[in-house]
């Protein structure tokens, strides 16, 4: 049991206090971070806050908001200035001291409509705010109780119910359409990233000829078992911490943009999320150690192991079609095939209820699978520990003949 | 009791008997040599001796009984395929091997410090291995074999990358290892390291047992009738009982007639008043024991 430890410890400190990680592990949320500041900096610069003007002629008007409505940095609250005549608001204009105006004309409460002068088209923020503004002082609302305007103003929120109510889902959970495309990428990053290294760990010995050394001071499931163990611990570490950053970005970013703070997902998909991605996890990882294992060489194994990579992603091409139709045999099948399930089963549970059985099938399905790819992994290993300079093949692996 | 009891034990590849019926033994407090020529069989026998394969047939007791994962921490292994961790420093490379040997870090560092120390290897060891000399490395994978004190010590060219001042470093470590009652099994081509450091010798060619024995008997069974011999001045040109003298750089060889003995010649010698600084019977050097045999398997094989 020590050795295996030793072992862990090797592979993790091998990989996490090399710059190259830590570089790596670093690059994503700075450029996510990076990307957010350029996007804030953009809206405030690109956003104009400055007063718009109003020429009532209708006299429709009556009432403006209170107290001012906080904005945000992409929507500022913007004042609304009441001038006489169309003149005057097109001196302010003209003048700079407001960035557009709306002329109410007398015809207004039978024609319905409004003009808006402006040099420069206003944002889009301006007109939700002067829309806010007319409902306000529509003549239906002006004797309703209070909070009934206020229901009124901020319109709808519909949330919708599955038939057997199992499952709710409202505009404010804008967050469960994306939770499985942020994780699923998440995941794969993370899998390719542990992958990768396990791929590199397992050619280690046979490239730097220490395999004779090693296999004779431990034994080659102890190797093996250290090694698997090892890599996806980076690989959870590097998750961890853009999890850490993730949730930094959150609360950050909820300061800025109100919406983020509505964010939080519930404990059932947090748990399925889990039971699905830690055998799916382990099984490329051990998917990753039999191709190490069978080559040579580490550059020549990075290769063959793209090829596996790509199944991963399939569910990501077919997104529009699960998406439609999650509970179509395309999306039933994807999410029983051990390499597509994951992210398959993620999607499918975004976008409707899956039935339990079939969330225990996959699961199922990628237990054993990920248990078949261990075994699959000792075996490669054994059969290619001694060989240098000399590839196993598929027949050797799943046949009783060796040939060494 | 033996540290290590082959009998009768043979392993096939393909179209290739790699080893033939083998036996031997190794005993506690002594160098073995394992001894042959290129693709004898010796890595496959070492192989089966550590249980990194199974023999087709017969039988291996290391350490008293088969071979288990306990054991792996009494035994160390120089392979002929060998190397060192690259990336990582020195000493953290041989910490990590002398644990999967069984060993605390905690243990494992003053040992290993000592060794480094005089192995002229400390002002190193934060160096990245791949930073070494070969040499280095060959003296950091030596380091390795015996960090953990094993019984039963293997190695596999292990003068290779040395220079003179080393190799005569590391033939006092064995044979400190070998009083101490380890048992090493060294399997070289250089046949004067062998000479100089072997007790017994097993040769094989092509997977069979050639020679096995002690390095003396089997020198004495190869000796000739022959006498080297040194004078101080000239040698006679007849010597009774000699038949023929044949000078070789600066020594004679003297070689006898059927009855003669040597001590006789060597009387006959004083008698004739020559003065001697060297007198001894000519025991073959091992290399062409090596090379005759070898040469007379091949011979044997093509008949």
């Not at chain 1, 090892?230 to 959150?250: D, E, R, Y």
């Not at chain 1, 950050?252 to 109100?258: F, R, Y």
């Not at chain 1, 077919?318 to 099948?333: E, K, Q, R």
């Amino acid at each position: 049991m020590t050795k295996i430890w030793q072992i862990i410890k090797h592979e993790y400190r091998r990989h996490v206090f090399q710059k190259k990680f830590i570089l790596s592990l670093l690059s994503l949320p700075i450029g996510v971070g990076a990307m957010a500041i350029v996007a804030v900096l953009i809206a405030i610069l690109s956003t104009n806050s400055s007063p718009v003007g109003v020429v009532d002629q209708a006299n429709f008007l009556q009432e403006f908001p209170q107290e001012k409505q906080d904005g945000t940095i992409f929507e500022p609250a913007i004042d609304f200035l009441s001038y006489q005549d169309a003149d005057q608001a097109q001196t302010a204009l003209d003048g700079g001291d407001i960035q557009a105006y709306y002329v109410i004309p007398e015809t207004y409460p039978d024609s319905l409509e409004i003009e808006l002068v402006y040099d420069e088209k206003p944002d889009s923020g301006v007109q939700n705010q002067f829309t806010q503004l007319l409902k306000l002082n529509l003549d239906l609302t002006k004797n309703l109780d209070a909070n009934i305007r206020h229901r009124l103003q901020s319109g709808s929120n519909i949330t919708i119910t599955s038939l057997d109510g199992s499952r709710e889902m409202n505009e404010d959970e804008w967050y469960l359409v994306f939770t499985p495309f942020v994780a699923g990428t998440m995941f794969v990053i993370v899998v390719m990233t542990s992958g990768g290294y396990l791929l590199q760990a397992v050619v280690q010995e046979k490239e730097n000829r220490t395999m004779e050394i090693v296999i004779t001071s431990v034994s080659p499931s102890q190797l093996m078992t250290g090694k698997i163990i090892g890599n996806i611990a980076v690989g959870l570490t590097q998750l961890i911490i853009w999890l850490i950053f993730s949730w930094i970005a959150l609360k950050v970013g909820g300061l800025i943009w109100p919406v983020l703070q509505d964010f939080s997902l519930p404990a059932d998909y947090i748990l399925v999320l889990l039971l699905v991605l830690l055998p799916a996890f382990v099984m490329v990882a051990a998917i990753m150690a039999s191709i190490g294992a069978s080559m040579t060489e580490a550059q020549e194994a990075q290769q063959v192991s793209g090829l596996f990579s790509l199944p991963i992603m399939i569910p990501y091409y077919l997104s529009s079609v699960i998406m439609t139709n999650p509970n179509g045999t395309l999306a039933v099948v994807l999410s029983y095939i051990p390499l597509t399930a994951p992210i398959t089963i993620l999607m499918r549970m975004a976008f409707t209820v899956v039935p339990v059985w079939q969330i225990v099938i996959n699961i199922a399905i990628l237990v054993i699978f990920a248990a078949l790819a261990i075994w699959v992994a000792g075996r490669t290993f054994r059969m290619g520990m001694l060989r240098y300079g000399k590839r196993i093949s598929l027949k050797e692996i799943i046949g009783n003949r060796v040939e060494l | 009791m033996s540290i290590i009891d082959a009998s009768n034990i043979s392993k096939r590849f393909g179209d290739i008997q790699a080893v033939d019926h083998l036996s031997f033994d190794v005993q506690p407090g002594e160098i073995f040599g394992l001894l042959g020529p290129n693709g004898a069989g010796k890595t496959t026998t070492i192989r089966m001796i550590l249980d990194i394969f199974k023999p087709d047939s017969g039988d291996i007791n290391v350490l008293d009984g088969s071979m288990t994962e306990e054991k792996k921490n009494k035994i160390g292994y120089l392979p002929e395929e060998r190397g060192l961790y690259q990336d990582i420093p020195l000493d953290r490379c041989l910490t990590f091997l002398a644990t999967l040997k069984g060993m605390d870090e905690s243990a494992a560092k003053p040992v290993l410090e000592g060794y480094m120390k005089q192995f002229e290897l400390f002002e190193n060891r934060h160096q990245k291995v791949k930073e070494l000399s070969k040499g280095m490395q060959q003296k950091a994978q030596l380091i390795t074999t015996l960090v953990h004190d094993p019984a039963l010590v293997i190695i596999d060219e292990p003068f290779t990358s040395l220079d003179p001042v080393n190799t005569e470093m590391v033939k006092d470590l064995l044979e400190k290892k070998r009083d101490e009652g380890k048992a090493i099994i060294m399997s070289t081509h250089q046949m004067n390291q062998v000479e100089e450091l072997c007790d017994r010798i097993l040769l094989i060619d092509h997977g069979k047992q050639v020679l096995y024995g002690t390095l003396r008997d089997i020198q004495n069974s190869f000796s000739s009738r022959d006498l080297m011999v040194t004078p101080l001045d000239e040698l006679p040109i007849s010597i009774n009982g000699v038949k023929e003298i044949r000078q070789m750089n600066g020594r004679f060889r003297l070689i006898l007639k059927e009855d003669a003995q040597p001590n006789v010649i060597l009387k006959n010698l004083i008698n004739q008043g020559v003065e001697l600084t060297e007198f001894e019977i000519a025991v073959p050097p091992l290399n062409e024991i090596f090379i005759q045999v070898v040469k007379e398997q091949e011979e044997g094989t093509h008949d």
